[in-house]
């Protein structure tokens, strides 16, 4: 496992079938402790963790920069949204509920809401710390145990989470981390005591473990992959367009499922924005993440920087312009030399058949591709398999709010991008996934519903 200068920081021993095993049992054994628990009594144990997270923030954001190739600015947001998340929910488990309905005659029925059990999570590599809070604060809330498997790619800020959990009081193995790739997520997701599946990741991985949970019958939830619309209109503030189109594009060097790789600019205004977007990503600082001026990281590995560039290289074969960007960058620190960095790049001259623009690159690339009405951008926006995001810009809050319900989209987002407050769902449409993380819909991604009927005389028979 390697940092931005491309040295090996840990090694990790893949759980086999019977390290998978023992994490369920275990996390089966603490279920039946932390479910008999009232909403409060979870609520202050997470709480508490909640706080060692936000004591322990720089550490954990430097951990996390070491582990992912990120930003520590950008860390400290993900370790900021990781404490947060935790409070909402600690916030929920003592509020959750059932409800009282009455029948005629004097009968009466009610519902309970109940855990699964224990639950997986399979989490991505790009958000590795708060991927995973995202997924254990509503499951422990709604009395779950889970078992987490993090990216082979960053295995080591979890572990950290893990130990926080159990400093701050829960039961032991309530929230078990177990390391590998493939075959470790297959071990989990066949386990006969797996209640519950959540992943994070790519497309044909989240087909897999449908297919693989759908033979036990289990509940999961996918946030996968995007090829999100940013739609920037002529009447935009364009200083906040351009902030936005940033923000939508370079974040952890590109690697954001939600991000708005295809940027579709009103004709009136595409030369003076796309001067402006061109002239700010030249100006975006690569290098060591661990210093406080640097805006973009290094990419994951080499492979997936190579797999980039080769998406460059197709899109100019294919006739889009290169504006900016895009040719790998070494940094004037001999000790990063060897690191997987490349300059954010912008491509202009794009069409919607080019390969950059229907296919997730999950890097620094942005396309920038003209329109001319409302009608037509909205057509082109919703003509992908994907509905993860969207994104529009522009004053006229009438035409705001129309387009963003038509966008085939799951999260939408009116002059910004990228906000990720924990108190709102985020999940996607069509091969985008299904299921929500954050906000109340979270709850009932982790819990389900009994019905009870009460009946208060004697039973009337027809036989």
């Avoid at 609520?43 to 430097?62: F, G, Q």
């Avoid at 993900?78 to 404490?83: A, F, H, L, V």
Wanted: glycine fraction near 10%; charged fraction near 20%.
């Amino acid at each position: 496992f390697k940092t931005c200068p491309g040295r090996v920081i840990a090694k990790v021993s893949c759980s086999g079938e019977k390290e998978v095993d023992l994490a369920v049992q275990s996390a089966k054994a603490a279920f039946k402790i932390w479910s008999q628990m009232s909403g409060m009594e979870r609520s202050r144990v997470m709480l508490e963790a909640a706080r060692i997270i936000r004591e322990k923030r720089e550490e954990i954001a430097t951990l996390e920069t070491i582990n992912n190739g990120k930003s520590i600015l950008e860390a400290r947001v993900d370790i900021d949204i990781s404490w947060q998340c935790l409070e909402y929910y600690a916030g929920l488990a003592g509020s959750l509920a059932g409800e009282h309905i009455q029948l005629p005659g004097g009968t009466f029925g009610y519902t309970r809401r109940e855990p699964f059990g224990v639950c997986v999570g399979i989490g991505a590599w790009n958000y590795p710390f708060q991927t995973a809070c995202w997924k254990a604060a509503p499951a422990l809330a709604c009395g779950n145990a889970m078992v987490y498997k993090p990216s082979p790619f960053t295995p080591i800020s979890v572990v950290r989470l893990a130990e926080i959990f159990t400093e701050a009081g829960v039961p032991k193995g309530l929230f078990n981390i177990v390391q590998g790739g493939a075959a470790t997520g297959q071990f989990l997701c066949h386990h006969p005591d797996v209640a519950k599946i959540s992943f994070t990741g790519s497309v044909p991985t989240g087909i897999k473990i449908m297919e693989m949970a759908s033979k036990g019958i289990k509940p999961v939830t996918l946030e996968l992959g995007g090829k999100s619309p940013l739609i920037i209109f002529s009447d935009c503030a364009l200083e906040n367009a351009v902030n936005g189109a940033l923000m939508a594009n370079f974040l952890t060097q590109g690697e954001v499922c939600c991000n708005g790789t295809r940027v579709f600019v009103e004709r009136k205004i595409l030369d003076v924005f796309t001067k402006e977007v061109v002239k700010r990503t030249q100006k975006i600082k690569v290098g060591d993440p661990l210093l406080e001026d640097t805006r973009m990281g290094a990419l994951i590995n080499r492979p997936h920087l190579d797999r980039v560039q080769g998406f460059i290289k197709q899109a100019k074969e294919q006739g889009a312009q290169v504006l900016c960007g895009g040719d790998l960058y070494v940094p004037d620190d001999p000790k990063l030399k060897n690191g997987y960095y490349m300059r954010p790049c912008v491509l202009g001259n794009c069409t919607d058949d080019m390969t950059c623009v229907k296919e997730e690159i999950f890097g620094p690339v942005m396309s920038i591709l003209p329109f001319d009405t409302e009608e037509e951008v909205v057509e082109r926006a919703n003509a992908t398999k994907y509905g993860l995001a969207g994104g529009v810009f522009t004053r006229d809050i009438q035409k705001a709010h129309r387009v963003v319900a038509a966008l085939k989209a799951g999260m939408c987002f009116i002059n910004n991008y990228n906000l990720s407050p924990v108190e709102l769902p985020f999940g996607g449409y069509k091969s985008s996934g299904f299921g929500r993380e954050n906000g109340r819909a979270a709850i009932e991604s982790y819990s389900q519903l009994k019905t009870v009927c009460v009946e208060m005389g004697d039973v009337e028979s027809v036989f």
